[in-house]
């Protein structure tokens, strides 16, 4: 098992700037990739940026130049800098952990952006 805890969230006006982190625990080892998601409400959870175990990264087209997807092995956390936030960046943020065939979620933080 893989648990995840996300921590971050908030309130910010637009322009502004937050940052994520997810904490990982448990069989941390064979994990494949980490990633964050989102879910607006009535929207289906989509990526938003991803980070191999090699350190490579892919972000959603949505995202790119605002957000920074990044790592700190020592302390088995990822984190999500987002800055330039906008109104449609506002949606819960999970984070995800790929290990083998199994997908851990964490429970979520709320990201609200106001105008």
């Known amino acids: 098992q893989v648990q995840l805890v996300e921590s971050g969230g908030g309130l910010v006006q637009v322009g502004g700037s937050l940052r994520l982190s997810c904490v990982v625990s448990?069989?941390?080892?064979?994990?494949?990739?980490m990633g964050w998601y989102r879910q607006a409400p009535g929207n289906q959870r989509d990526p938003v940026a991803v980070?191999?175990?090699?350190?490579?990264?892919d972000y959603a087209d949505s995202v790119k130049g605002r957000f920074t997807i990044s790592r700190d092995i020592s302390k088995n956390t990822v984190y999500l800098q987002m800055n330039s936030l906008k109104p449609e960046d506002t949606a819960v943020y999970y984070c995800?952990?790929?290990?083998?065939?199994?997908?851990?979620w964490g429970q979520g933080t709320q990201v609200t952006v106001s105008s």
């Open positions: 995800n952990a790929e290990r083998g065939q199994y997908d851990y």
């Open positions: 980070i191999t175990t090699g350190g490579s990264t």
């Open positions: 448990g069989n941390i080892f064979s994990i494949n990739v």
